[in-house]
């Protein structure tokens, strides 16, 4: 099996995806973050396509960054400013070719991620 990347975002306040999200993925080698490929999330809260796809997948330890407050101020979520969630980073590991997928369940003032499916 090859190795690949999904995400998929929804808006847990507005019981919606999250569409219009930036995410950015990026490779952590030591102590540095190498930038791999920014997406935009689609009506759906994912994005078109996969984040890491097959023919660039490596295992190793990757970081998500989902800019959350940019979403929540075009969505006119309630904030203070600074708003409370601005940038979410998710690293974590892929220590084989397998699918990925990493969800964030967002709200203005908390979120959760897992190892979707």
Do not use: Q, W
């Not at 190793?60 to 979403?71: R, S, T």
């Not at 708003?83 to 003032?109: K, T």
């Amino acid at each position: 099996m090859a190795g690949y990347l999904t995400t998929h975002v929804l808006d847990t306040a507005r019981g919606c995806p999250a569409e219009g999200l930036k995410v950015e993925l990026f490779r952590i080698e030591g102590d540095m973050r190498v930038h791999l490929k920014t997406l935009v999330t689609n009506s759906d809260g994912r994005t078109d396509e996969r984040i890491l796809p097959e023919s660039s997948f490596a295992t190793g330890v990757y970081e998500l960054l989902f800019h959350a407050g940019d979403y929540l101020d075009a969505a006119d979520a309630p904030s203070g400013r600074p708003r409370f969630l601005d940038v979410v980073p998710i690293r974590f590991g892929m220590p084989e070719a397998a699918h990925y997928h990493v969800p964030l369940l967002l709200s203005p003032f908390g979120y959760s991620t897992y190892r979707g499916s």
